[in-house]
């Protein structure tokens, strides 16, 4: 499954798949379509947070080489 979303669109909708495997009765085949799509929700979230971790990782090695300078 292709995730195209933004973080905070894949989180929300990792929210409601959460609360509906919670809240709801759902047939054994629909929890684990759920959980499938929540995995696959928590890995795309997972990558964006990496990407952005080394991206303030790499400006904060420039702002520690710039200030030496």
């Given at each position: 499954m292709e995730v195209n979303l933004s973080?905070?669109?894949a989180l929300a909708r990792l929210e409601t798949?959460?609360?509906t495997m919670e809240n709801e009765e759902t047939s054994l085949?629909?929890?684990?379509?759920?959980y499938k799509?929540?995995?696959?929700?928590?890995?795309h979230c997972n990558?964006?947070?990496?990407?952005?971790e080394a991206e303030v990782t790499v400006l904060q090695e420039g702002d520690n080489n710039?200030?030496?300078?």
């Open positions: 973080f905070e669109d798949v959460v609360q085949e629909m929890s684990i379509s759920l799509e929540g995995v696959t929700l928590s890995k990558e964006i947070l990496g990407r952005f710039s200030s030496h300078a």
